[in-house]
């Protein structure tokens, strides 16, 4: 994996513990990455707990054997104003830069909307942010809309709330996950 291709390949997706060492380093490369896009790590509280089945997932993408993506969901806490019964919340999402511009995070992202939507979830939500343009681009291009401010960082200038209604026909091909 020497660099980006710019050609889509087909992933190996495994669900894995949200504190599986691979998901582990996956997840303190974003953490390193808003670092420098932010200033500083992601202080949303996270309960690897909550990323168990049947409440939440959490998946790890391979290419040649190595993890070069992730990311998660969880079942939205019923207490978080502005987010509805059946909202499933998606976290760590995240492709390594050696394997970018591959097809991999959309690969990922769809692999998240069909098991949130099997799990029982209605609408799929997040929180991203105005400096990661390449992330809204994606989730813009999957169907994801504006909502209202949830979360830890809903009175953030910065972040970007958006939601996604899910149905069972989303999808036709989508990676095996083992």
């Known amino acids: 994996m020497a660099g980006s291709t710019g050609v889509s390949v087909v992933p190996v997706?495994?669900?894995?513990?949200?504190?599986h060492p691979d998901a582990a380093m996956l997840i303190e490369l974003v953490q390193q990455e808003y670092?420098?896009?932010?200033?500083?790590?992601?202080?949303s509280p996270v309960d690897p707990a909550q990323f168990a089945p049947p409440h939440g997932l959490f998946l790890v993408a391979y290419l040649d054997d190595a993890p070069v993506a992730c990311g998660g969901w969880r079942v939205a806490s019923a207490d978080e104003p502005n987010l509805l019964a059946g909202d499933i919340e998606i976290?760590?999402?995240?492709v390594a830069a050696q394997a970018r511009g591959r097809g991999l995070a959309r690969a990922v992202l769809a692999e998240l909307e069909r098991t949130a939507f099997e799990a029982g979830g209605k609408r799929i939500v997040l929180e991203s942010g105005q400096a990661q343009p390449e992330a809204l681009a994606l989730y813009a291009s999957s169907g994801y809309v504006d909502i209202e401010p949830f979360g830890y960082y809903r009175c953030a200038p910065e972040s970007v709330h958006l939601g996604k209604a899910l149905s069972e026909?989303?999808?036709r091909s989508t990676p095996s996950v083992t």
Request: hydrophobic fraction near 35%; proline fraction near 4%; charged fraction near 40%.
């Open 13 to 19: 997706i495994r669900t894995v513990p949200y504190d």
């Open 91 to 94: 976290k760590r999402m995240f």
């Open 35 to 43: 670092v420098v896009r932010y200033g500083g790590r992601d202080d």
């Open 169 to 171: 026909d989303m999808w």
